[in-house]
Nanobody, 126 residues
């Protein structure tokens, strides 16, 4: 049974850091592109970061570039999102996803992902 379980969310002040984890079961994260999406209240879900298979190319939304880092630990079958210099606008539910997106901006398309977690809440106060 395929499952993605996010953890590590919480409440922090502006400028703080959090590290999200996404533990996978039923498949190996090294065989899928893995991504973090987020959805703020009243807004559509958007791609924040992705890491591809093979060489592990990474992709980031402009809004998080330079502050967030996505990584993968194949031995633990887990994907991480290190979030630094957090801002109130980073407040959202964060979701982990696994899929096989093609090139270009496809990593940001929800339709390219086969499996989703239930999300973990991140709240950043000013």
């Amino acid at each position: 049974q395929v499952q993605l379980q996010e953890s590590g969310g919480g409440s922090v002040q502006s400028g703080g850091s959090l590290k999200l984890s996404c533990a996978a079961s039923g498949f190996t994260v090294s065989s899928y592109a893995m991504a973090w999406f987020r959805q703020a209240p009243g807004k559509e879900r958007e791609g924040a970061a992705a890491i591809y298979t093979g060489g592990g190319s990474t992709y980031y939304a402009d809004s998080v570039k330079g502050r967030f880092t996505i990584s993968r630990d194949n031995a633990k079958n887990t994907v991480y999102l290190q979030m630094n210099s957090l801002k109130p606008e980073d407040t959202a539910m964060y979701y982990c996803a696994a899929g096989r997106p093609t090139g270009g901006d496809a990593w940001t398309w929800e339709s390219e992902y086969d499996y989703w977690g239930r999300g973990t809440q991140v709240t950043v106060s000013s």
